[in-house]
T-cell receptor
Framework: AQSVTQLDSQVPVFEEAPVELRCNYS??????LFWYVQYPNQGLQLLLK??????LVKGINGFEAEFNKSQTSFHLRKPSVHISDTAEYFC???????????FGAGTRLFVKA | DTAVSQTPKYLVTQMGNDKSIKCEQN?????MYWYKQDSKKFLKIMFS???????INETVPNRFSPKSPDKAHLNLHINSLELGDSAVYFC?????????????FGSGTRLTVV
């Protein structure tokens, strides 16, 4: 069975600083990986996904993530954050051919002025 | 036009009552889901339907009963509500059962049982 670990429950960062939100997964088979963002009182919105091919994937709002198979990681990065990036971020995994997406516990990104 | 819409957005009710949450998607997706998000933001899948067929039925009390009249709708009925049912319930859809394009989520229904 697959699992997802988001290594930080909260990440405070100053505006315009870079940020990395860490995600590790475990699975005995190949997987698809996703990052979602949840703004306060809203549903989750897909930021980006890795299916295959290039290990660096770019998403919306200037975010990108890198798939590292040997480290079983899929860390999310942004070179310069804005106040509006304050939200909860979820890493998720589904194994190829599977039916159930497993979500991490979430990382709260708090951007300070 | 909202892609995945849930109603109601807020639901406050007393213990022991029965309530329903409705979900509709206009994306033409084959698969729909119910997720429960607790107060710590943890997301747990409850059910999934693919073209009206039940695919995933997690360990959920049988007081929860999903119904999918067609592939664009997935409703959730909850009997004999308990305090522990208080949470935000999200409906989601995906193009196919494989979900390799990810999910589209509704905006959630915040259920408070008093």
């Amino acid at each position: 069975a697959q699992s997802v670990t988001q290594l930080d429950s909260q990440v405070p960062v100053f505006e315009e600083a870079p940020v990395e939100l860490r995600c590790n997964y475990s699975s005995s088979v190949s997987v698809y990986l996703f990052w979602y963002v949840q703004y306060p009182n809203q549903g989750l919105q897909l930021l980006l996904k890795y299916l295959s091919g290039s290990t660096l994937v770019k998403g919306i709002n200037g975010f990108e993530a890198e798939f590292n198979k040997s480290q079983t990681s899929f860390h999310l990065r942004k070179p310069s954050v804005h106040i509006s990036d304050t939200a909860e971020y979820f890493c998720a995994v589904i194994h190829t051919g599977g039916f159930k997406t497993i979500f991490g516990a979430g990382t709260r990104l708090f951007v300070k002025a | 036009d909202t892609a995945v819409s849930q109603t109601p957005k807020y639901l406050v009710t007393q213990m022991g009552n029965d309530k329903s949450i409705k979900c509709e998607q206009n994306l033409g997706h084959d698969t729909m889901y119910w997720y429960k998000q607790d107060s710590k933001k943890f997301l747990k899948i409850m059910f999934s339907y693919n073209n009206k067929e039940l695919i995933i039925n997690e360990t959920v009390p049988n007081r929860f009963s999903p119904k999918s009249p067609d592939k664009a709708h997935l409703n959730l009925h909850i009997n004999s509500l308990e305090l522990g049912d208080s949470a935000v319930y999200f409906c989601a859809s995906s193009q196919t059962l494989a979900a390799n394009y990810g999910y589209t989520f509704g905006s959630g229904t915040r259920l408070t049982v008093v």
